[in-house]
């Protein structure tokens, strides 16, 4: 097979629209500026500092400008899901052995902050620790490397990854942001150390922290790409409050929050500055989900969490709450508009999706009085996050209301709510599924068996799901990968009522129109390193 003419089979569209609303008078193509320091303002903090552990834009927005990555996507381009640029190698690699081996020449003279010298070994320590973590650690992304069988270096320079079958998904999961470099030497010292510590060879070299406060960084001036960065530096200041946020963007105390402002947000700071506010806009690759517990009584009972489903009205809510909150589209486990997402008709044959939603409450009251809970009552853990978080949760319990549920929201802040995440202590949680590339092949391993996800807080083991996902990722037809996408998905919402989509995310950036040089992606981790951000003041 022509491993070439394989991966244009299985190549995944772009289909993350974004646009630039303009209120600036200043032209675009204007020679980037040296100088200043960037404020931006970042809505949570992270639960560690390791970006291998974590999936939080709370990690990326502070910390991506500290590491480089082996590639990453075009920055110049980010919301194409197939076009790819190195960071820390020379060229992008031509697969060979029928697309089953990519040999990565890495670049030389590159050095981490603090001055040792950075190799093919520190390339391949990180991503053996992100594909195959040892016992006591976490990798957040393992299910997006099932198709690799090794990864090695042929000497100090070459780094060699060997897949079991050949697979399109494998570039875009290379091109993960999260996948930072970090120095073999510290990881042989302590694999946990990066969840504190800070050392990369990315643009800016880490100056200081401040719990609750901020992350600064300076300009790397040994960075590895002749010319960048252009600021000296850079201050995230960290608020969970929406209005705080808007009022540092309308005060210039940021210039930017990079994650994104509802509608009202973006039309009142437009109204307050004109021209001094440049808006982009994007489609999101990004989801809020409620998961049951499965270990939990009556979540063990599939009735019980498939009369959740049916409760809320999609349709209705991307009405009314589009116009108060970040979320938008209506969309099953893949990101809406894609060739392998369900059709709006396919949708609606999915409980929870019926255009009906008198008969789907009525269903769900039926099935709560035969699970023998007609008068269920729980709580709701939810992340003390405005947007969408603490919008979307609100808006859910009151679903759940209109069958006779009774519902109790707690909020705890990130770290602890990753905490209860991970150790399975809710009866049911809000959860995400939000992801960078958009790569529906991989971006489903969210759904698969606890042990095999890493990211799935479900609590339950489906084999047969899992080897859907496999089927998925090992055919270069797409008519048979939409095929098992669809046998996925009525598995995940239907069937076995594992996890529940609520509503697709909208991305609105409006940022001073000094900012230049970033560039909206569907994903609120891609493109964040800063290295090619400057001011135009």
Known sequence: MNP?????????????????????????QAAPKQGG????????????????????FALIHPFAPFYSLLIKVNPDNPSSSTDFVCDLCTEMPTPTDEGKTYTFKIKQGVKFHDGTLLTAHDIVASFRKIIFPPEGTTSARVAYFVM??????????????????????????????????????????????????????????????????????????????PGQPYLDGFEAIFSNKQAVQVQAVRGDRAAIQFRGFPPKSRDDLIAALGNEITVQESDWNCVLLFTPNH?????????????????????????????????????????????????????????????DINKSRAE???????????????????????????????????????????????????????????????????????????????DVGKFLSEDIGNESYGAYIDRDLDKIFEAMNRTSDETEQRKLMRQFEKRVLDEQAHSFVTLWWNRIIPHRSYVKGWKVSPSHYLNQDLANVWLDK
């Open 37 to 56: 320091i960037l404020n931006f303002v970042v809505p949570d903090e992270p639960p560690s500092w390791d970006g291998h552990r974590e999936t939080t």
């Open 148 to 225: 690799v069988e090794s990864v090695s270096a042929a000497d100090d320079h070459t780094v060699v990854f060997k897949l079991k079958y050949p697979s399109g998904a494998f570039i875009p999961a290379l091109a993960t942001p999260y996948n930072f470099i970090y120095s073999k030497a510290k990881l042989e010292k302590d694999l946990r150390w990066y969840e504190t510590n800070v050392m990369g060879s990315g643009p800016f070299k880490f100056v200081a922290r401040e719990a609750g406060a901020y992350v600064r960084g300076e300009r790397n001036k040994g960075y590895h790409v």
């Open 364 to 442: 769900a009251k039926r099935l709560l009085q035969e699970a023998g809970v007609p008068d269920l009552k729980f709580v709701l853990w939810n992340r003390a996050v405005d947007q969408p978080y603490t919008i979307v949760g609100t808006w859910l319990i009151d679903q759940w209301r209109q069958i006779g549920v009774t519902v109790e929201q707690k909020m705890e802040p990130t770290g602890p709510f990753y905490a209860r995440l991970r150790s399975a202590e809710f009866d049911v949680t809000v959860d995400f599924n939000c992801q960078s590339v958009i790569n529906p092949l991989l």
């Open 295 to 355: 270990k939990k009584k009556p979540f063990d009972d599939a009735r019980v969490r498939r009369a959740l489903t049916l409760a809320v009205d999609r349709w209705g809510g991307s009405q009314s709450l589009s116009r108060i909150a970040i979320v938008k589209a209506v969309g099953g486990v893949v990101f809406p508009g894609h060739p392998l997402a369900a059709t709006k008709a396919e949708l609606e044959q999915i409980p929870g999706f019926w255009r």
């Open 4 to 28: 070439l003419k394989y991966l244009k089979a299985v190549s995944i569209v772009g289909v993350g629209a974004a646009v630039a609303l303009g209120f600036s008078g200043v032209p675009a």
